[in-house]
């Protein structure tokens, strides 16, 4: 009896070990519509939404802030970029 109950649980700790880990994984996956590349100062970063283009500034230390990229000419960088 005792070595079916051991059976069942490391079962049940098997299944849920592998339910946890894919979805993980799915959540990765739907991450990716953000990518980021390290600033010169340590909580800056420049974000691009791969889905728009459009590139942000983000700033997180106690908190977050961020704000759309501005090129020289007043437009935001990279909106409209992505080829679809």
Do not use: H
């Not at 953000?34 to 939404?49: K, M, N, W």
């Not at 230390?61 to 000419?73: C, E, F, I, P």
Request: charged share 15%.
């Amino acid at each position: 009896m005792k070595n079916k109950l051991n059976l069942a649980a490391a079962i049940w700790l098997a299944a849920l070990m592998l339910a946890v880990g894919c979805g993980a994984q799915a959540g990765a996956e739907q991450n990716l519509r953000f990518t980021g590349e390290q600033g010169s100062e340590p909580y800056v970063r420049v974000v691009t939404d791969n889905a728009t283009g459009c590139k942000y500034g983000l700033y997180s230390n106690s908190g977050t802030a961020w704000t759309v990229l501005y090129g020289t000419d007043g437009k935001p960088l990279g909106c409209g970029e992505v080829s679809k």
